[in-house]
């Protein structure tokens, strides 16, 4: 049954004053041999009128949520399923027009991988987008139904924090609050996802880790107190007004008083200094660096071989834009400046600038890897100048060097001896250790 409505005109004038609509015609058309109407007035000067007004007024906004319920409960049952049930498809991907699925896209997969292993590389947002704008990578680029372009931009802070929690590349879907397997394939594995994401989680809540470690703490998270079987935090204190006294002190001495640890604290270069000195010892043992050359060397294979993906990939983009190059110039007249396709042909030409540049580094990067791949006798020259090589690292660096070789400090303020456990680098089936009795200097 379908309703229409029509004003209709009110020959008094003092009524059409009183109400902008004075009378309301409502036919109502019903199904018959004749296909007849049926018409009837209603007078919305009058309350049975306004009544009969009101009533097909709450039918209609009835209709209206009855469908945008059914809309949204069929959203959700599709994407309970596993389903993509539309949007544009995020990096890494590709939505077959068919089957309405997500297809993995294996020059973009490759890229998002990498992207989650530099961040867990360079340990913040920041770094990590410096990183990728070195290396002019930018967002997914997407043609909508309507022939316009999305994306294809460089990624900023937002976006990439969108790219690295995002549960897609997992192979799930997100519905609300509710997780759900999907029907497409994963592209990150799981561990590597769930390590950035709890980086990311924790810098969040502590800053980041210039925040975190901006009194230079070598040893952060990797001190613990013997005694009370607790971490020993980073602290500090300023003494004539310049000069300042680092050292880690129990957190159970901090959070219980200061007579309910023996340890209580340590001065942080005395310790610091010890675990240096013991790294560069280790760093001496033939097997450790047998291992290191070994380790060299498949890392620089697995660079390599991103690095050629990233080529392929450069050359069919390069392929892709100057066929469009081909196709748009002979749509452009004559002195034409100002044309939908003379500004389409700067951005093509501006793309495949950018594509020539990043080629041009990705072949220099090939070409270092592979003429400079790291030696046993290299290795051996490199241990025995750690000085200088640790006097030139930053601080972040240096953090970080500490951080893959020293898996944890045991410090016992009761005998004044430290105990360092070195991750299995080099030793795989033993844990490495080296002591010695320190005395307690109070800060």
Not at 17 to 23: A, D, G, Q, T
Request: aromatic share 6%.
């Amino acid at each position: 049954m379908t309703k229409s409505l029509s004003a209709t005109t009110n020959s008094n004038s003092s009524s059409r004053l009183r109400s902008p609509v004075s009378s309301l015609k409502c036919a109502i058309y019903t199904r018959k041999s004749t296909e007849e109407g049926l018409e009837q007035e209603f007078n919305t000067t009058n309350s049975m009128g306004r009544l009969m007004l009101n009533v097909l007024l709450s039918f209609a906004q009835f209709e209206r949520e009855i469908i945008s319920e059914r809309t949204r409960d069929k959203m959700a049952a599709a994407r309970r399923k596993g389903k993509w049930v539309g949007g544009l498809a995020p990096m890494g991907y590709d939505i077959d027009p068919l089957a309405r699925r997500l297809n993995v896209n294996d020059d973009e997969a490759a890229r998002v991988r990498t992207i989650y292993e530099l961040y867990l590389e360079c340990g913040s947002i920041v770094t990590t987008l410096k990183e990728i704008e070195r290396r002019d990578w930018r967002n997914k680029l997407s043609i909508t139904k309507k022939g316009k372009e999305r994306g294809g931009r460089y990624f900023d802070k937002s976006s990439l924090f969108k790219l690295l929690t995002n549960i897609t590349y997992l192979g799930k879907i997100r519905y609300k609050e509710e997780i759900h397997q999907g029907e497409h394939q994963a592209i990150v594995p799981e561990e590597l996802w769930n390590n950035v994401n709890k980086k990311l989680k924790h810098n969040g809540k502590t800053g980041g880790i210039a925040v975190r470690n901006k009194f230079g703490a070598l040893l952060k998270g990797l001190v613990r107190c013997v005694a009370c079987n607790c971490a020993m935090t980073p602290n500090h204190t300023t003494k004539g007004g310049n000069k300042r006294y680092r050292y880690y002190v129990c957190t159970n001495a901090q959070k219980r008083g200061w007579d309910s640890c023996p340890s209580k604290s340590i001065p942080a270069k005395q310790i610091e200094d010890f675990v240096i000195e013991q790294i560069k010892k280790v760093g001496y043992a033939p097997d450790l660096l047998k291992d290191v050359v070994t380790l060299a060397h498949e890392k620089a294979k697995c660079n390599l071989k991103d690095l050629e993906g990233e080529k392929f990939s450069l050359e069919r983009d390069m392929a892709r834009w100057l066929a469009e190059i081909h196709k748009t110039t002979p749509l452009i007249r004559p002195n034409e400046t100002d044309s939908p396709a003379v500004a389409r042909l700067a951005d093509l030409q501006e793309r495949v600038r950018h594509i020539e540049s990043r080629m041009t580094t990705v072949r220099n990067e090939i070409h270092q890897i592979t003429n400079g791949i790291l030696s046993q006798q290299e290795a051996e020259v490199a241990m025995f100048s750690f000085d200088a090589v640790w006097e030139s690292m930053t601080l972040r660096d240096q953090i970080r060097l500490i951080g893959l070789v020293v898996k944890q400090v045991d410090y016992d303020g009761e005998s004044g001896r430290v105990t360092i456990t070195f991750n299995p680098i080099g030793i795989r089936n033993r844990a490495q250790h080296a002591t010695k009795d320190l005395t307690e200097v109070p800060a």
